[in-house]
């Protein structure tokens, strides 16, 4: 089966995760990390979230309304909430990402921040950002990067169109560090204020803590096999898995049990080798997506929304009618297509008590509904594309187009 993403892990990342563990393990990755996005200061998380947490309080924000995106990944809102901050969610415009004309809207007296999310690595509009930060001089800028490691908008990239960034580093990101999270900034005032919160609210790693974490990296290289990834599909429905890849509860705003224990070393050796890779990997993403959208551009049944060539292409992107008959369809071929945000985040049980007040959210719900996502890794060869492609022009042809995205809403 063809998954519908692959860790890009390979011989030197399973090296690094076997040496013995050095005390500047963390700070290497750090180093790493920051040279591979172009910015003066990165500090290691355990997760993104945990690394959002950390920067809203590190930034002094607590009470205060945070602008954020209805159709972005549910830690976000966990963090902002958890934190002790409330969220503003606004519907999402045609690229998906967060419609900024209601975003500057929404931003009042009590706005703290707003979080500019690229989703899917379509790159955030960093010119109408600009706009409102310097009509709103009080709202801080926080970029999402999770999605969008090094996108860019008229060559700029957007994690440096902020105060600060953040990025997820978990295994279906577009680099990984097993599990973690960063926080980048050009600031250095603001790193040492992150640097010493992180150390008010992280606790040290565990020896248990690594030994798991590198089995689970063990665990990773099977799984994602081809020939394999069906049982591991299999024994994921099951709810086998569901430690490792149920992230959320609709109706629970929480993190998981171990997001104030530190990065681990191992974590952060693996982080280095992937680092270094990082422009490669985005390099092969940029070709699939070329390719899908070259070889794919004839079928109606697809309204794409990977769009801008600057890119970073966490995801391949398009909207279709009847998702779950496709999903199916695909799957019965052997291609697994992703639902990867399937849910608008107001609009769940957990949120509606801000949501319900703040909607409606059209356009983050018909994405919730209608959007897929092609099989993408950094690591797919052209032959697992060539087959990809097939299939899907094959179950995709007698489809009708999806119907036109409604306006945005609040
Ligand atoms: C993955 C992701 C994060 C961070 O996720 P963690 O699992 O906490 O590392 C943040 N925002 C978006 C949009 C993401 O996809």
């Known amino acids: 089966m063809i998954p519908q993403f692959r860790p890009a892990l390979g011989v030197a990342e399973l090296v690094a995760a076997l040496r013995p563990a050095k005390p500047d393990d963390v700070a290497r990755f750090e ?81 703290g921040a707003l979080i500019a999310t690229s989703i899917f690595g379509n790159p955030v509009d960093l010119d109408h950002l600009d706009a409102i930060a310097r009509s709103s001089s009080g709202t801080i800028i926080i970029q999402d990067c999770a999605h969008s490691f090094t996108a860019t908008w008229n060559g700029r990239r957007v994690n440096e169109a902020g105060r600060a960034a953040i990025f997820g580093l978990n295994a279906s990101k577009t680099m990984t560090s097993i599990f973690g999270g960063m926080v980048t900034t050009d600031d250095p005032q603001l ?16 020896l248990w803590k690594s030994v798991a974490r590198t089995l689970y990296l063990l665990a990773l290289y099977p799984a994602f096999w081809p020939p394999l990834y069906g049982l591991t599909e299999r024994l994921r429905k099951a709810g086998l898995l569901n430690r490792f ?22 974590e952060a050796r693996v982080g280095t080798v992937q680092a270094g890779s990082l422009n490669a990997f985005i390099a092969a993403r940029r070709e699939f997506a070329e390719y899908y959208r070259h070889a794919l551009s004839h079928l109606p049944a697809l309204s794409w929304i990977t769009g801008a060539d600057s890119s970073s292409y966490s995801h391949i992107a398009a909207r279709v009618a009847d998702r779950s008959h496709v999903m199916r369809a695909a799957a019965t071929r052997g291609v697994q297509l992703g639902e990867v945000i399937e849910y608008s985040i107001p609009e769940m049980a957990a949120y509606l008590r801000w949501g319900t007040a703040q909607g409606p959210f059209p356009v983050a719900q018909t994405l919730s509904r209608q959007t897929i996502n092609l099989p993408l890794s950094g690591h797919f060869g052209p032959r697992a594309a060539a087959r990809a492609v097939a299939i899907l022009k094959d179950i995709l042809a007698d ?3 999806p119907p036109a995205l409604p306006a945005a809403g609040s």
Do not use: W
Not at 76 to 100: K, W, Y
Not at 191 to 199: D, G, Q, S
């Open 245 to 266: 890849t149920r992230y959320y509860d609709e109706s629970v705003i929480d993190m998981p049990r171990d997001y104030r224990s530190a990065m681990t070393p191992v």
């Open 399 to 401: 489809q009708p187009a």
């Open 31 to 111: 180093t790493a990390f920051a040279a591979a996005v172009g910015q003066r200061h990165a500090l290691a998380f355990p997760y993104g979230r945990t690394a959002l947490l950390a920067l809203l309080e590190a930034l002094n924000l607590k009470g205060r309304a945070i602008v954020c995106p209805a159709y972005t990944c549910v830690v976000v809102p966990h963090a902002i909430v958890l934190g002790g901050n409330t969220p503003r969610f606004i519907d999402a415009g045609p690229d998906a990402n967060m419609d900024l004309t209601a975003a500057e809207r929404a931003i009042g007296a009590d706005t």
């Open 191 to 206: 790193a040492a204020a992150l640097a010493a919160t992180r150390t008010r609210l992280i606790t040290p790693a565990t």
